[in-house]
């Protein structure tokens, strides 16, 4: 971990200084701490780098208001109260106790918000919020200390409402999270706020380069499509485009988002009215594939946030002028992207259930109450009830080998699965001696994500697997948890010692039930890495077919 300089600084000092004058910018940091800074110490990393910036306050004012963790890695900032910090010239100096408050409260978000407008005026006033990201349904980041509360989206309006943004516009507005670049979010935005920053995709725990600040001692007066684009430049540079991470950033003109969602909402409206059963099945077959963010393994595939522009290049041949318009609309109002996936991302995302079925109704209620495009909602619940109610099994669109160990008459559990449509006598993964299937997770240009469903110190999780062509028999990137959909940035990583259970799909092929259970829990002795073998000549083979509408079907086995 870089150096901790502000520590040098616990002593509290109190600024008499005035700011009748204006400044250039007033940039506020919600830095909702969470596992992020108990676990890993990731805000204090992001707090040195702002330290290490260079930015002279003559040109910005910069506000960080702390909490949300049950440990701050450092020794300046205390566990038991949200404080609002100033930085300036190098030094964090308190500037005010905001008590034991839950940084999953709007009204904690609203104080802050005014509390930089009143006391900090400026030219240019910038939000950026910093923790965790679950897209349009499960919203922002979670509080350790108040039961892992988080800001839907809805509070996030509530919150910018109240606190005036709607006469004092933001500059920008700005996530250091996962998976928040989302069209339903940019809507909101555009009420409160000019330019709009966010990942598509899931960030990295090292989230942005706060190097950025820096920048503005260049040219103080930039305005926030400017300082987006340094964002953006700085984040991908800091990883580089070759780099083993999921990497993804946008800048959005909001005085241009409102035509996309109403765009896509032309677009899918088409699609529900031409649903015929054929054309339902069509409308399916490309959704499985569009290109989607969040994805977990099958227990926790439930973010269902995909990228608009594919969405509608993906329908072109059906509805070519809505989806041409589609596309109009996000060039317009997308103005920088940058991404390493390996497909073409265009910058905004929206929620489209597929994945998340099993949790659908409750994501559909959520969505419905953010009065999105009218037309859109509409199709998601027509959408959801064609999913769920063609139960039989329609045209194949994906199939999977699946490794199976006997278990009693007619029961199997699933002890690998590959991506093949071939049978062979094909090594098969395991974790420290203990079988293992991969479930595909997403893939970028240089590398292939999968996840092993696990619980892990008595908590869920997935285990992270990287493939590429450095690492071509597999790397064990860490763990990634969720807590109430919303995802973490980067990995935790797995220690010597921690006690893990995988997570088997079992298949009474008698009864057609299928369940997952845990296997026998064991400890990492060294560490975790996967080992390639021949399968046991008890073992079956078998396939594992996924239909349009996303149900599963098993064939019989073979040996």
Request: charged share 25%; aromatic share 14%; with cysteine.
């Amino acid at each position: 971990m870089k150096k901790i300089l502000f520590i040098l600084f616990a002593a509290i000092f109190i600024s008499a200084m005035s700011y009748q004058d204006k400044k250039p910018y007033t940039i506020m940091i919600y830095m909702n701490g969470s596992d992020l800074e108990s676990e890993f110490g990731a805000a204090t990393t992001d707090l040195v780098e702002i330290l290490d910036s260079g930015l002279h306050s003559k040109n910005a004012a910069v506000l960080i208001l702390t909490g949300g963790t049950k440990k701050w890695q450092n020794d300046a900032i205390p566990e038991t109260e949200v404080i609002l910090w100033e930085f300036a010239d190098g030094y964090l100096y308190e500037k005010e106790n905001f008590g034991k408050v839950n940084m999953g409260n709007p009204d904690t978000l609203q104080d802050f918000i005014m509390y930089g407008l009143n006391n900090y005026p400026a030219h240019k006033f910038g939000l950026i919020m910093w923790d965790h990201g679950g897209g349009s349904i499960a919203g922002f980041g979670h509080d350790e200390k108040f039961d892992d509360d988080y800001l839907s989206l809805l509070e996030m309006k509530q919150a910018f409402e109240k606190a005036g943004l709607r006469k004092n516009k933001l500059e920008f507005l700005g996530f250091d999270a996962c998976l928040m670049a989302t069209v339903e979010m940019a809507v909101i935005a555009a009420d409160y706020a000019k330019v709009f920053i966010a990942a598509e995709d899931l960030e990295p725990g090292d989230g942005w380069d706060y190097g950025f600040l820096g920048y503005l001692n260049e040219n103080p007066h930039m305005d926030g499509f400017e300082l987006g684009e340094i964002i953006v430049d700085t984040f991908i540079d800091f990883f580089g485009m070759d780099s083993d991470e999921i990497l993804t950033l946008s800048v959005v003109d909001l005085a241009k988002v409102k035509p996309v969602m109403d765009s896509v909402g032309k677009l899918m409206a088409k699609a529900r009215v031409s649903s015929s059963i054929k054309i339902f099945q069509d409308v399916a077959k490309r959704r499985s594939n569009t290109k989607t963010f969040g994805e977990g393994s099958p227990r926790d595939n439930y973010a269902d946030m995909v990228d608009i522009g594919d969405m509608a290049l993906n329908l072109y041949d059906l509805f070519p002028d809505e989806a041409e318009e589609v596309l109009e609309t996000l060039k317009n109002a997308v103005v920088y992207n940058r991404f390493n996936s390996d497909v073409e991302l265009f910058g905004l995302s929206t929620f489209y259930i597929y994945g998340g079925k099993s949790i659908g109704e409750s994501s559909l209620n959520t969505y419905d109450d953010l009065n999105m495009d009218e037309d859109y909602t509409n199709f998601l619940f027509n959408f959801f009830d064609g999913l769920i109610s063609n139960k039989d099994f329609a045209e194949i669109i994906k199939t999977e080998l699946v490794l199976w160990q006997p278990r009693e008459e007619n029961v199997y559990r699933m002890k690998g699965l590959l991506q093949t449509k071939e049978k062979n006598n094909f090594l098969w993964p395991s974790l420290d001696e203990h079988p293992v299937a991969l479930f595909p997770i997403a893939k970028t240009e240089n590398f292939r994500l999968y996840a092993i469903p696990a619980e892990v110190n008595k908590n869920e999780a997935d285990i992270v697997v990287l493939f590429s062509q450095r690492f071509n028999t597999g790397k064990i990137l860490g763990l990634r948890y969720t807590t109430g959909g919303v995802w973490q940035k980067g990995y935790d990583p797995i220690n010597k010692n921690d006690e893990i259970a995988i997570y088997y799909i079992e298949k009474d092929f008698s009864s057609g039930n299928t369940s997952w259970v845990k296997g026998e829990h064991f400890k990492i002795n060294t560490l975790p890495h996967l080992t390639w073998k021949p399968a046991l000549p008890s073992f079956k083979q078998g396939f594992r077919h996924h239909d349009v509408y996303n149900n599963i079907l098993y064939d019989t086995l073979t040996n």
